[in-house]
C-alpha cells in the first residue's frame, strides 16, 4: 500500500523491534516506527504520518544491515498483511518474542519467571493448517481477488500464492480466484475457510446465495482437483454442510499421546499441528499431574489438552463456553476409551453463574484462554486449591496480567515460562507460563 510521505529523507540507528514487528528509532528525542527497519540497523527513512507522541515512516534504505536480515520467500511480503517478519531470520523472530514476553510480564506483571523455557519451534513454511481467505469480486476489473487483507488496510491482497499455507494448497488463492470467476454467485461468495486434517482437507465456501446446479457441479470439481471436501454456509455455524454429503471425519492425532481428535471444519484447532504437539508434552510435563491427581482444564475446546491428560491422571474435568465444542469434546473422549472425564459448559467470564464443578476441589489446572485472558478465573484459583497452574497464552499482556492476580493475591509463583513458534513469520506470540503455590 502506497503510504503519502511527508518531509526530508531521515536517517537513524534501529534499537528495538515494536510488537507490531516495526523497527524502533529515536529522532531528535522522538521514537519513530519505521516499516521494514530491523535492530542494528542503520537506514534511511520518510516519515508519513506525525503524532504528539510518535512518529511513523517508511523504510528508504538500509545503510547497515543486520546479520538477522533474511530475503523473504514470498513474492507478496510487503503488500499482504498476513506475515510482517519474513525479513527477519526465524532465530531472531522467535528472540524477539521472548524478550516482548519477558518485558511484559516484568512491565505488566510485576514479575519474572525463574526458569524460561526453550523456544517450542516447528516448521517456518507450509505449516497453515487452518485459515480464512476473503474473496472479493471486482467489477470494474472484471476479476476476483482471493488472500488475506493487505497490511494496514482493509483491501484484500491480490495474492497467487500463500508459502505458509499447508503445502497441498500453496496456491490456493490464485485457484480460488479462477474458480470464482466462473462461478454464477461470484458476487455472492465473501470467504472461504481452510481446515486440513491429518488424512482429510475441507474447504467452507460462505455464499449468499444457494449455488445453481452448474455453480454446483464446478464446485464439486474444485474439490476433486485439490482432493478436498466441500463445505457450503449459507448462514451462521449451523448452516454448514457438505456439498455432497455424506463427509468424511476430519482428526487429528496429538503425539506422545495416542489421542485422535476429530473436529469439525469451522472448529477453533492450534494452526500449526507439530508445534501443537510439542505444547501439548510441554504443558502435560511441566502440570506434574500424576495418577492420584484430579485435573481442571478451563477453555477446553475440543479436549486438545484434556485427552492427553486423561492418560495420565485420575479424573479431568473440562469447561467451555460453547456447547458444540464440548459435545465434541465428549465425543472425541468417549472414541478415545477415556470415562475419566468430565465436561461442562459454561461462560467462563461470568463467576456468578458457575456450576456445580465450581464447588470441588483440584489438584492442577490448566488453562487456554482467549486474546482476553482470564481474570475471572485467576482469581478463583485458591478456591481451588491446586499445586500447579500451567497457562497456555496468545497474547502477553493479558498472561501479564493474569499471572499479577496468581502472584499478589492467590499465593502462586511464576516458576517457568516460554513462547511457542506456533506462527512463523508474524508477529503473534504464543506462550506458556507455570506456577506453583508457595509453601
Known sequence: MARPLSGALETAEVIDLAQDGRGVARLAGKTVFIEGALPGESVSFRIFKRRAQFDEAVLAQVLRVSPDRIEPACVHFGLC?????????PHAQLQAKQAQLLETLQRIGGVQPREVLAPIEGPVWGYRRRARLGVKYVRKKQRVLAGFRERSSPYLADLQTCEVLTPSLRTLPALLAGLVETLELREQLPQVEVAVGDDQTALVFRVLAEPSPADRDKLQRFGEQLNAQIYLQTGGLASVRPLTPPALPLRYRV??????????????????????????????????????????????????????????????????????????????????????????????????????????????????????????????????????VVDISCHPGSLARDARILTETQNFELVA?????????????????????RP
Open 255 to 388: 503425539s506422545g499421546a495416542g489421542i485422535r481428535i476429530e473436529f469439525k471444519p469451522t472448529d477453533f484447532i492450534q494452526v500449526n499441528a507439530t508445534v501443537n504437539s510439542a505444547m501439548v508434552d510441554q504443558a502435560l510435563s511441566q502440570l506434574q499431574a500424576g495418577p492420584s491427581d484430579k485435573v481442571l482444564e478451563l477453555f477446553c475446546g475440543l479436549g486438545n489438552f484434556t485427552l492427553p491428560l486423561a492418560r495420565q491422571c485420575k479424573s479431568v474435568v473440562g469447561v467451555e463456553g460453547d456447547a458444540d465444542l464440548i459435545g465434541r469434546a465428549a465425543l472425541n473422549a468417549a472414541a478415545n476409551q477415556l470415562a475419566n472425564t468430565e465436561f461442562f459448559v459454561q461462560n467462563l467470564f461470568e463467576p456468578a453463574s458457575f456450576g456445580s464443578w465450581d464447588a470441588r476441589t483440584y489438584d492442577r489446572v490448566l488453562l487456554d484462554p482467549p486474546r482476553a485472558g482470564a481474570q475471572e478465573v485467576m482469581e478463583r484459583m485458591s478456591r481451588w486449591g491446586p499445586k500447579r
Open 81 to 89: 498483511g498476513g506475515c510482517s517478519l519474513q525479513h527477519l531470520a
Open 417 to 437: 515460562a516460554g513462547v511457542m513458534d506456533m506462527f512463523a513469520h508474524t508477529t503473534h506470540v504464543e506462550s506458556i507460563a507455570v506456577f506453583q503455590r
